[in-house]
């Protein structure tokens, strides 16, 4: 069985919206699932994860959410050796930086030692056409597919 992490910060909801779509795919395809909201996440028990899909919102002009500030700090001191991730967010397209949040924290993740997964999942403001959502489950389904690869497991 795989065991995932999806940590997010939001605001509005639009951001936890697309965690709750991402963690419905994994408990379909029978993963153990941990959610929880990034400013009560110990960065350093992440490596308890086969895979970790970490999520927040775009603040400002393009830095991170305060909720999200320490859990980035943190990542500092802490070296994940191969841990598989993927980052997802959402944002505003009236402002100059889409969701930059989301490149931060993957590029962070990155620099830590994990392999992150190519595709970063950015959804305009909330996930409510049935094209969003689609896309919503398509990276979920998509990053479960890889994360089972790395693992060289079949949880299937």
Request: hydrophobic share 40%.
């Amino acid at each position: 069985m795989l065991k995932a992490f999806i940590g997010y910060a939001s605001m509005s909801g639009n951001t936890e919206d697309i965690a709750n779509i991402i963690q419905e795919v994994l408990a379909h395809k029978g993963c153990e699932v941990e959610m929880q909201c990034l400013d009560t996440v110990d960065a350093d028990t992440l490596s308890e994860y086969d895979c970790v899909f970490i999520g927040a919102y775009t603040w400002g002009d393009g830095d991170l959410p305060y909720e999200a500030e320490d859990f980035f700090d943190e990542l500092d001191a802490l070296k994940f050796n191969g841990l598989n991730a993927a980052c997802f967010g959402s944002g505003d397209r009236a402002y100059p930086k889409y969701c930059a949040a989301v490149d931060l924290l993957a590029n962070k993740l990155a620099e830590r030692g994990c392999h992150v997964f190519d595709q970063l999942l950015k959804i305009e403001l909330n996930p409510e056409t049935d094209a969003q959502i689609k896309e919503c489950k398509e990276f979920a389904e998509n990053v479960y597919s890889w994360s089972i690869e790395k693992k060289g497991k079949s949880y299937v």
